[in-house]
């Protein structure tokens, strides 16, 4: 499986932004889905999961702002933020849980929260 990010940017404080994330191949219904950040100087952590059953967890910072959501038929994951905070500022990364111990990445779309 390959995974495409898109949709970061620049955005306000208190802005919105969709990310998505388009996979190959035929599995993607049978993985769970997820999105994860780093930001510059910090290590990598979990924004966002959704599994292939469609149930989600999320990051405790982004709790009530983020939303997760994937269309099988599509093949696609997206990440709507809303109510941005600078400190949402980071690289953001699709990742597809294929099976214990591995995991695939795609390549990072960068969102930039400022003024």
């Known amino acids: 499986v390959q995974l495409q990010a898109s949709g970061g940017g620049l955005v306000q404080p208190g802005g919105s932004l969709r990310l998505s994330c388009a996979a190959s191949?035929?599995?993607?219904?049978?993985?769970?889905m997820g999105w994860y950040r780093q930001a510059p100087g910090k290590q990598r952590e979990l924004v966002a999961v959704i599994s292939s059953g469609g149930s989600t967890d999320y990051g405790d910072s982004v709790k009530g702002r983020f939303t997760i959501a994937r269309d099988n038929a599509k093949r696609t994951v997206s990440l709507q933020m809303s109510s941005l905070k600078p400190e949402d500022t980071a690289v953001y990364y699709c990742n597809a849980f294929i099976t214990r111990g591995v995991s695939v990445w795609g390549q990072g779309t960068l969102v930039t929260v400022s003024s």
């Open positions: 191949g035929s599995l993607f219904s049978l993985y769970t």
